[in-house]
């Protein structure tokens, strides 16, 4: 299957593209470098992988690459941490929505006059920003109210994007919510800015890239953002790669939507002493203090997943312990080399 990836060299897609060609697709990447500047990917010469250097915004030359292809995957967009959501609230709505028109507008034609079976979107968690009942089964995000921050509204507003695609064209869709993605490659954007956190100056982007780094310069007591009680689901990279593979490939996963995620909850704190006991093997205790945390600092985060278990045969079954051991030497790392 040959298959468009939208944002190709992003953090999630360097997982997801050797996915897809492990099994054996055709990948058509298109990334303009805007988040981390330009970057080598292990698969770049891969002779099934193919890269254009452009914006997801040029409605031409996506119509283009589309038309070559039999899906979309639409993961281009732009992300960040909790503090890029109030630093760029205005740009995370209006530049994503052009993003996604733009695309949707190319995957249209594609599907119209050529060979086009499919779009899949990369919508988000923070669907469930405002959700009120826990865990959160595909749905609610059309139950609770709205997502308060601007970035969990727009990946709302790309679910409508399907719907409305479907229902006037009759373009098929799978709408995808990874759950707090964990893995390597994920480094300073060009676009953060410095944050002090106690006396660590961070560029913030994400909750275990920014413990680690803490806990690697020394950091004692451990400054973490509001109690600490936050639930999130931490899902490793290679696991959501797979599952994402899985909403291309079955029949099954056509026009519906799937939460992507482990099925175990962990509080900010149980993160934060496990990341400090990974690190402090001599047993230092571990410490830590409550800073104030950011508006949109959502308390409680906790997804179904029996769906994509009963549809596609999907779990993310890799432990957090083993998902550490992967990313902490590749975090300290890049500390030294000044990439996060």
Avoid at 33 to 49: A, C, T
Avoid at 115 to 133: D, H, R, T
Avoid at 145 to 150: D, E, N, V, Y
Avoid at 324 to 333: C, G, H, N, T
Wanted: with cysteine; net charge negative.
């Amino acid at each position: 299957m040959k298959i468009l990836v939208t944002g190709s060299a992003g953090f999630i897609c360097g997982y997801l593209v050797e996915e897809l060609l492990n099994h054996g697709h055709e990948v058509h990447g298109i990334d303009n470098f805007s988040k981390y500047g330009k970057v080598e990917k292990s698969y770049d010469k891969h002779p099934r992988y193919h890269f254009t250097q452009g914006d997801a915004k040029d409605t031409e030359l996506m119509k283009k690459l589309a038309g070559e292809c039999d899906q979309v995957l639409a993961a281009a967009a732009m992300i960040g941490g909790i503090s890029y959501f109030h630093e760029m609230a205005y740009d995370l709505l209006a530049e994503n929505e052009r993003i996604t028109a733009s695309t949707f507008d190319a995957a249209i034609w594609a599907f119209k006059h050529k060979g086009l079976k499919k779009i899949n979107v990369m919508s988000s968690s923070m669907v469930y920003e405002s959700a009120l009942m826990f865990p959160s089964a595909e749905g609610e995000q059309r139950q609770c109210p709205p997502p308060l921050s601007t970035y969990g509204f727009q990946k709302l507003a790309c679910e409508y994007f399907a719907q409305g695609a479907w229902e006037q064209h009759k373009l098929p869709y799978t709408i995808i919510r990874p759950f707090n993605c964990v893995g390597t490659g994920e480094k300073r954007a060009l676009c953060d800015s410095e944050i002090l956190s106690g006396n660590v100056k961070l560029a913030m982007s994400h909750v275990v890239p920014d413990l680690v780094h803490k806990v690697i310069k020394g950091q004692d007591p451990l400054h973490i953002l509001g109690s600490g009680a936050q639930i999130r689901h931490y899902t490793y990279a290679g696991d959501l790669a797979r599952g994402i593979r899985l909403c291309v490939e079955r029949p099954e996963a056509i026009n519906e939507d799937f939460n992507l995620s482990t099925p175990v909850s962990t509080s900010v704190l149980e993160l934060a002493k496990a990341i400090w006991d990974k690190i402090h093997t001599d047993g230092k205790p571990f410490r830590h203090t409550s800073d104030q945390p950011f508006k949109y600092d959502v308390q409680r985060r906790v997804p179904s997943v029996e769906k994509a278990k009963r549809l596609l045969g999907f779990s993310a079954d890799c432990q957090l312990g083993d998902i550490l051991d992967e990313v902490i030497p590749w975090i300290a790392e890049q500390v030294k080399l000044g990439g996060i």
